[in-house]
């Protein structure tokens, strides 16, 4: 049984470009969230996902935005990167629009702005 | 959301038990403590959760304090696939999970 999936696992971009990022949830789970880590810190909350719509938002700016598709997969894509938007990207999901277990999390992907 | 304080580290021996103590003096009553580990090069992996009880599953057993203000997670045994940051998290009605610094336990052979 496949876990969470997130493409690609590494990625480096220039300053003032455009990323997306991809997640494909665990078998079964409807919900996609995603979170930003820096290094040395915690994973921080940036939004997520449910019957394609955001349904919850951290604090993040508006260059952080998102997409669901009908098949439960998303995006996670990032406008004008800064260096600082240079982080480990996880991908979590879970069943229902209400997290009342745990999430599943991706390996992640490492994003890094030059 | 109400914090958690967690020590900044631990050491344990291969095959002891392992206390890992939080504190979470600001909980709320419908606040569920959860916790998460994170192994080197991962994502984070649920561990356990509980809101009053204590709670017991496969991988360890959460001891939560009469009042709701500290919880403890045990590992019955410490294997060194244990080493990891462990992080308890307060949930509220929401579904954001806030992570903090979180417990770096590392395992002895």
């Known amino acids: 049984d496949a876990g969470v999936t997130q493409s690609p696992t590494h990625l480096i971009k220039t300053r003032g470009q455009q990323v997306t990022l991809r997640c494909s949830p665990k078998?079964?789970?409807?919900?996609v969230s995603w979170y930003q880590q820096a290094l040395g810190q915690g994973p921080q909350f940036i939004f997520q996902y449910y019957e394609e719509e955001e349904r919850q938002r951290g604090n993040f700016p508006d260059r952080f935005s998102g997409h669901q598709f009908p098949n439960y997969s998303s995006e996670l894509n990032v406008n004008a990167l800064l260096l600082g938007d240079s982080a480990l990207y996880l991908c979590?999901?879970?069943?229902?629009?209400?997290?009342?277990?745990?999430?599943?999390f991706g390996s992640g992907t490492r994003l890094t702005v030059v | 959301d109400a914090k958690t304080t967690q020590p900044n580290s631990m050491e344990s021996n291969e095959e002891e038990p392992v206390h890992l103590p939080c504190n979470h003096s600001t909980i709320s009553g419908t606040d569920y403590i959860h916790w998460y580990r994170q192994l080197p090069s991962q994502g984070p992996e649920y561990v356990i959760h509980g809101l009053t009880s204590n709670v017991n599953n496969r991988m360890a057993s959460l001891a939560i304090a009469e009042d709701r203000k500290s919880s403890t997670l045990i590992l019955h045994r410490a294997t060194l696939r244990d080493a990891a940051v462990y992080y308890c998290?307060?949930?509220?009605?929401?579904?954001?999970?806030?992570f903090g610094g979180g417990t770096r336990l590392m395992v002895k052979p």
């Open positions: 998290i307060l949930k509220n009605a929401g579904n954001m999970l806030t």
């Open positions: 078998s079964g789970h409807d919900t």
């Open positions: 979590a999901s879970s069943l229902g629009r209400v997290l009342v277990y745990g999430y599943t």
